[in-house]
């Protein structure tokens, strides 16, 4: 069965230090991937995107995102965190559907 | 096109009582799907239409739930006889879909219902 794991519930980061936001991804064939955040109060945005090709994708908001896999993982990154940066994000997997993982919260520490 | 719209945004109701929500998605989208957002979960799946034939429902959605796309165009999702643990954000997305492409999934700003 398709499923995603984040395995980090909260995550703290420092305003202009890196981040990277875990995901592991069970799906039979190439799997379609992507990566949403939400605020609070605001609908899901999406970020990035893989569905072929290059494995390391570029996203809106300095995001990019690597799939690998050989680690069925396809984590997110950013080089500089922005305070405006904290939100929830969703990895997620496409089958007929979007299956989403549980989500990570970011908090952005000054 | 401002992109996929839910109404109501907020929706109170007491236990037992019938709720009906809205989903306009993108124009052009064929596909559309219902989830259910609990706090601190991810959305989890419901149901989606292929244009106006519901081709998939999930375990979630018991008997009490039914959707419907008469048109293809809008959906509507009722929730019969409301429990205190229907309560949740509902989100609406749309894609367009083909037998070789498919768009990401775009969301509404989802419905949220809270049973007292």
């Known amino acids: 069965a398709q499923s995603v794991t984040q395995p980090d519930i909260h995550i703290t980061v420092s305003e202009g230090a890196s981040l990277e936001l875990r995901c592991n991804y069970s799906?039979?064939?190439?799997?379609?991937l992507f990566w949403y955040v939400q605020s609070p109060g605001q609908g899901l945005q999406l970020l990035l995107k893989?569905?072929?090709?290059?494995?390391l994708v570029q996203g809106i908001k300095g995001f990019e995102a690597e799939f690998k896999r050989s680690q069925s993982s396809f984590n997110l990154r950013k080089p500089s965190v922005h305070w405006s940066d904290a939100a929830e994000y969703f990895c997620a997997v496409a089958g007929t559907a979007l299956i989403f993982g549980k989500g990570t919260t970011l908090s952005v520490s000054s | 096109d401002t992109g996929v719209s839910q109404d109501p945004r907020h929706k109170i109701t007491k236990r037992g009582q019938n709720v009906t929500f809205r989903c306009d998605p993108i124009?052009?989208?064929?596909?559309l799907y219902w989830y259910r957002q609990t706090l601190g979960q991810g959305p989890e799946f419901l149901t989606y239409f292929q244009n106006e034939a519901q081709l998939e429902k999930s375990r979630l959605l018991s008997d009490r739930f039914s959707a419907e796309r008469p048109k293809g165009s809008f959906s509507t999702l009722e929730i019969q006889r409301t429990e205190q643990g229907d309560s949740a954000m509902y989100l609406c997305?749309?894609?367009?879909?083909?037998?070789?492409?498919?768009?990401?999934?775009?969301f509404g700003q989802g419905t949220r219902l809270t049973v007292v």
């Open positions: 893989y569905f072929s090709g290059d494995t």
């Open positions: 124009s052009e989208h064929n596909r």
């Open positions: 997305a749309s894609s367009l879909w083909g037998a070789k492409f498919s768009t990401e999934a775009f």
């Open positions: 799906y039979g064939a190439t799997p379609y």
